[in-house]
T-cell receptor, first 109, second 121 residues
């Protein structure tokens, strides 16, 4: 089993749609969780940290389910500019961050 | 605010030539530093990390080496490049853990430089 698994997509959605990404992780001892966004041929950029109680930043909502070992990212009212690859990131027991392969999102007009 | 600079942005090198990529961080001290490689259509692979000056840990056996001669400077090198060294190289930094752990473990996110796209011919 991969340490961090994501549906690679692509997810093709119209503007204004709500889209959800899920990510599963294998290490039950992981403590730190993040979502990054990576535009084509660019560096990954931190989108948001994921907290146990769930957290929201504008149109973006992140949830953590420790019992089932998965993280989710919900994007409401999708914009064309949301088109990117979304990376799920989890820390391992040694403290390193493990990056998922990413889920590609394409928002169409 | 903290910034991370990485150069060059693009590099084309012949097989067997040497390599030196440089990364510097500003606006912070004693950061954890990282080198990643991302092959086309693939995920991020951690190559090296450093928790302090002169302290380098290698994640995978390879044709590359890293050095940290100053607190906020991280260099990726190779004596002889291989075709398989092609890829997108990313430098990243993170602050030490908010819990005071001075080692690799950090509950803080990492922040990336713009990356270097390396093509080997």
């Amino acid at each position: 089993r991969k340490e961090v698994e994501q549906d690679p997509g692509p997810f093709n959605v119209p503007e204004g749609a709500t889209v959800a990404f899920n990510c599963t992780y294998s290490n039950s001892a992981s403590q730190s969780f993040f979502w990054y966004r990576q535009d084509c041929r660019k560096e990954p950029k931190l989108l948001m940290s994921v907290y146990s109680s769930g957290n929201e930043d504008g149109r973006f909502t992140a949830q953590l389910n420790r019992a089932s070992q998965y993280i989710s990212l919900l994007i409401r009212d999708s914009k064309l500019s949301d088109s990117a690859t979304y990376l799920c990131v989890v820390n391992d027991q040694g403290g390193k961050l493990i990056f998922g392969q990413g889920t590609e999102l394409s928002v169409k007009p | 605010s903290q910034t991370i600079h990485q150069w060059p942005a693009t590099l084309v090198q012949p097989v067997g030539s040497p390599l030196s990529l440089e990364c510097t961080v500003e606006g912070t001290s004693n950061p954890n530093l990282y080198w990643y490689r991302q092959a086309a259509g693939r995920g991020l692979q951690l190559l090296f990390y450093s928790v302090g000056i002169g302290q380098i840990s290698s994640e995978v056996p390879q044709n590359l080496s890293a050095s940290r001669p100053q607190d906020r400077q991280f260099i990726l090198s190779s004596k002889k490049l291989l075709l398989s060294d092609s890829g997108f190289y990313l430098c990243a930094w993170s602050p030490k853990s908010s819990g005071g752990n001075s080692g690799l473990y950090s509950n803080q996110p990492q922040h990336f430089g713009d990356g270097t796209r390396l093509s080997i011919l």
